[in-house]
């Protein structure tokens, strides 16, 4: 995490963060005073995180911390009143938002910051894995069609198509996949 938006509407408040931030080597940091500020930045470009110092002057922040969940992979931090922690929480939770309570202090915000970069790293894993997993299931897909196709025209039974396709892979140094693609490209069209 290297990018972060800090949306507060409290002169104080930025600068603790900023101060808190810079510490750690977050490099750009970008604040804004409203929550319509923030969404105009967030339209120009991308951050790793966003922290919204609730209330904000021109809204509470859940309705910023809701649309930008809804629209992003965003880490997105929402410090509140003590009293409000819970009732807040309970709004954005769902949607990976994290609460933190005032006052907060150092260790807190480190500890909050930790939780948030843990939960990044196993999400963009978890996609990664599932971009992996559909990929294959798309090949398995193409190979199929073209075992059907060799069924079909050739006459070769299942596992011949099979056999035949691991063959030419295996000889022409290419994936099945692409065996797959030129079978089809052949009889299809």
């Known amino acids: 995490m290297n990018s972060v938006l800090i949306v507060s509407s409290s002169?104080?408040?930025?600068?603790?963060?900023?101060?808190?931030?810079?510490?750690?080597?977050?490099?750009?940091?970008?604040?804004?005073?409203?929550g319509n500020e923030a969404r105009r930045i967030l339209i120009e470009?991308?951050?790793?995180?966003?922290?919204i110092n609730a209330p904000?002057?021109?809204?509470?922040?859940?309705?910023?911390?809701?649309?930008?969940?809804?629209?992003?992979?965003?880490?997105?931090?929402?410090?509140?009143?003590s009293e409000?922690?819970?009732?807040?929480?309970?709004?954005?939770?769902?949607?990976?938002?994290?609460?933190?309570?005032k006052p907060i202090n150092r260790q807190t915000f480190w500890n909050a910051l930790k939780l948030m970069t843990a939960s990044q790293k196993r999400m963009i894993g978890?996609?990664?894995e599932n971009i992996q997993l559909q990929k294959t299931i798309e090949d398995i897909r193409y190979i199929n069609r073209a075992k059907c196709i060799?069924?079909?025209?050739?006459?070769?039974?299942?596992?011949?198509?099979?056999?035949?396709?691991?063959?030419?892979a295996m000889d022409m140094r290419i994936p099945k996949r692409e065996v797959a693609t030129?079978?089809?490209?052949?009889?299809?069209?």
Not at 153 to 163: C, D, G, V
Request: aromatic share 8%.
């Open 11 to 34: 002169e104080k408040s930025q600068v603790l963060f900023e101060e808190l931030l810079t510490a750690d080597s977050y490099k750009e940091i970008t604040s804004a005073k409203r």
């Open 45 to 51: 470009r991308d951050f790793d995180l966003c922290i």
């Open 56 to 81: 904000l002057i021109d809204e509470f922040g859940t309705e910023l911390a809701l649309s930008i969940a809804h629209k992003s992979m965003l880490q997105i931090m929402m410090i509140v009143r």
């Open 84 to 101: 409000l922690a819970d009732e807040v929480s309970a709004q954005v939770e769902d949607y990976g938002v994290f609460v933190v309570a």
């Open 126 to 128: 978890l996609q990664n």
């Open 150 to 168: 060799l069924i079909e025209y050739l006459k070769m039974t299942e596992e011949e198509a099979h056999k035949f396709i691991e063959k030419q």
């Open 182 to 189: 030129s079978i089809l490209k052949t009889y299809e069209g």
